[in-house]
């Protein structure tokens, strides 16, 4: 098929590279012209194991980017990778939701064929059909349901693992209006939904814009009461990681997202939790839970500072920062628990070194008072104290010598020569 997308973001790149590498023929519609000329030159605008090769395979060629949308009428269906931000109280800002679907719709008027719009932005139930698909009617000239066709299809992509999971899922979920609309999407997908380990969802365009929020306050739910679970432990002076691994056993449970520690972060898990609270309170329904699990969650980096706080006098100390993503494999900075924890630990009068094998350029603009090392034994060099704050697998077996106190409060867990150290402590064992 040929296929636009509307976004070259982290989730438009990610399934554009990927789709082109099932065969499909891929026009990225973006704004930004030297993301534009990037991807054309065969190189990846973002880091994600697995993308730049499929990008310097496919770029400029079968995976090619543009910033015309009239480009879109060469293609059979279109999907709005768009972001869609967020205000202080977590509802969500559609302006460039609602920008693409106009530019999209006034593209869509001169095309003589029918056209299917997919929107793969996670976006509250009613938008896609409330506000998308009014916008394209209006623009067009056309009528949802003649010639143009409207979907929703969920992205459930994980940083770090964004190819595997796009090209290897767990689900894909199908929300259409017309079962035309569904067959094109089936067509689409049919090398991964023909997988015995894949699960094709098919339902209503509300249901599917609520699963994927449904997915991740779950997720988010579970790791808040895991690291619940894991505080309650360290006080009674038990390992939650024994705990945990023993719990997961049940198969009513499992043993997936059962490490307790400093917490979830990165894009997704808040920004979806706060808009589903937000959607909740519009809708008159006080979320009492999902406030308890983001309450829970804030409170992490607080108590493993305050941990580091018991070994080592803050103010005026050296403090090395292992880590900054909010998880192993990749540079995303976006609520890292990290970053929480290096204003702990200045508010507290502490001078923060920090290392992290992709991220540094990303924190460095918004935090210019720390100081930023090339490598973990780096910056654990004179160091007063250290915490671990992302889980990378180089921070395995590190050496402790060069620290001035061999004093390590881990977030993560590590795996670490306890011995070695004069103090070690984990933030829920």
Known sequence: MHVSIVGSGYVGTTIAACLADLGHEVTNVEIDDEIVATINAGEAPIHESGLEERIAEHGGSTLRATTDYDDVRETDLTFLCLPTPQAEDGSLDLAPMQAGAESLGRALADKDDDHLVVVKSTVLPGTTEEVVGPILEDESGKRIGDDLELAMNPEFLRMGTAVEDFLEPDKVVIGATSEGAAATLRELYDPIVTREETSLVETDIREAELIKYANNAFLASKVSLVNELGNIAKTYGADAYEVLEAVGLDDRICERFMRSGLGWGGSCFPKDVDALRAGAREQGY??????????????QPR??????????????ARIAVLGLSFKPGTDDIRKSRALDVIESLQDRGASVVAYDPVAIENVRPDYPDVTYADSATAALEDADGAVVATDWPEFDDLEFEGMASRIVVDGRRIDIDADALEVYEGLTW
């Open 286 to 299: 006080d979320p009492a839970l999902l406030d308890a699990v983001v309450a829970v969650n804030d409170g």
């Open 303 to 316: 108590r493993l500072v305050g941990l580091l706080a018991d070994h080592v006098d803050l103010e005026g």
